[in-house]
């Protein structure tokens, strides 16, 4: 007697040895490739392993948990989206849970765009969770722990990676982070004469040059000429602030009207920079504006190919002008 149960124990544990070789071992059925899954943050293994079944990878629970447990990974599965193009054993499928291998999505902020374009290109994401959306400027800046309450110009122009799921506001947080470092940076190694008093103005500044050349190798010139206007007391007559001003009442044409027309934002009428940045710079237009260049400029216009001539003077600049054929030079 007590060798037949000695020996349905051995078999048991052969077996039972045996299955795990072949559960570990063998690639999960799956309906459909690719397959796709979410685990959310704070997810326990339990709720994940449903949560993948549900996909329709049939990795069997109560194994997968198992394995989980006696591996000492149960609590190591990372949050975020998945997606396997083929079918992983259970301890493939393990190894890239607790190694996050998730699934990445982009978004693409760039160089002289406003904060309502960025927000719309995350209002329009497939792969981002909307978490903002509707929320108000001063909402979003809250949740993202901003000192600030106008959200134009703070943030960072670049490509941002992320898991798929992730929070819209995620993604402003880095970019938001990430013009905080760059700044910073900036204004510590700033030109001791630059006339700013706070990284705010530089930022100001920053966001009028981004708007006001897209060619890089000018952007100390029409810093230099711009910062020179400062400090006389000049005004600074950019349209970029003008058009930022009229908002969605600017039909693309810029009329003589709107210049006289006072406002904010209406360099044409008023000294000094404008209240807020016009748009997000990009790292090299707070380098210039931190940096301008050395010039004795007030103005400048453009020739047509993407380039300007600068000027000393107000008749210098006229003959440019006329040379040009160009109205309303700078």
Known sequence: ML???????????????????????????VSKLPAEFEIAPGMRLRAAALRIEDSGVAIGRLQFELL??????AQDVKAGSYELSSAPTPLEL????????????????????????MRATLDAHPFVRHDGQGLSEVRILEKIGARETLAEGLFFPDTYLFAKG?????????????????LAREWETREPSAPYK??????????????????????????????????????????????????????????????????????????????????APGLGSLRAALRPA?????????????S???????????????????????
């Open 68 to 73: 989980a447990r006696a591996l000492g990974r």
């Open 294 to 306: 050395k010039t004795n400029a007030l103005y400048y216009v453009a020739r047509g190919d993407g």
């Open 166 to 182: 992730a929070s819209d506001l995620h993604v402003l947080k880095r970019s938001y982070q990430a013009m905080q470092r760059h």
């Open 94 to 117: 393990l190894e890239k849970l607790t190694r996050g291998d998730v699934t990445q999505a982009d978004a693409r902020f760039i160089e002289g765009w406003t904060f309502r374009q």
């Open 198 to 279: 706070t990284p705010y103005e530089a930022l100001i500044m920053a966001s009028i040059i981004e708007k006001e050349t897209g060619r890089a190798a000018e952007r100390d010139m029409i810093a230099g000429a711009l910062v020179n206007r400062l400090r006389i007391g000049m005004l600074l007559q950019v349209d970029p602030s003008v058009i930022y001003g009229l908002g969605d009442a600017f039909n693309g044409n810029l009329k003589k009207v709107h210049l006289l027309t006072d406002g904010p934002y209406n360099t044409y009428t008023r000294a000094g920079l404008p209240p807020t940045p016009i748009a």
């Open 308 to 330: 300007s001539e600068f000027s000393r003077t107000l008749e210098e600049h006229n003959r440019a002008v006329r040379k040009y054929q160009l109205n309303g030079g700078r």
């Open 3 to 29: 060798k037949t149960l000695f020996a349905l124990v051995v078999v048991s544990v052969l077996a039972a040895g045996g299955y795990c070789g072949w559960y570990v071992g063998t690639p999960v059925a």
